[in-house]
């Protein structure tokens, strides 16, 4: 399981807390996300985390949309995490459940990023200022 409270990773040339809160829906928002998928797709979520050593900290999964809060490293641009989260499930979901087929795709093309951190922008903008 990939669980990572950590506040910040190190990798060979930086230390970074890079977070994000990702929120994808299924396409036309149809509530497909329950019961075997969802378990499957929680799965496969944090198999991709796994894989890229991203941890997971947080997430929901409802009939028609996900909440993922993730801590990726600094090798990845946000639209390169949620490209291989919604790449990945969508191909394994689609191959393990025939009714899925019913929609054009499983994922709508949009999503939601925001970043988090451990500091407000005004603790930033002060600690620049100060810095002069």
Known sequence: ?????EPYRRGRHAVHAVKYHFVWCSKRRASVLKGKVGNRLEEVLRGVAEEHDWGINSLAIRPD???????ADTRHAPYQVIHRFKG???RVLRDEFDRLHRLPSLWT???????TGKVSEQVVEQYIEDQS
């Open 65 to 71: 949309h996900v909440h993922l809060f993730v801590q």
């Open 88 to 90: 990945t499930s969508a």
């Open 1 to 5: 399981m990939s669980v990572n409270k």
């Open 109 to 115: 093309r949009s999503y939601f990023v925001s970043t």
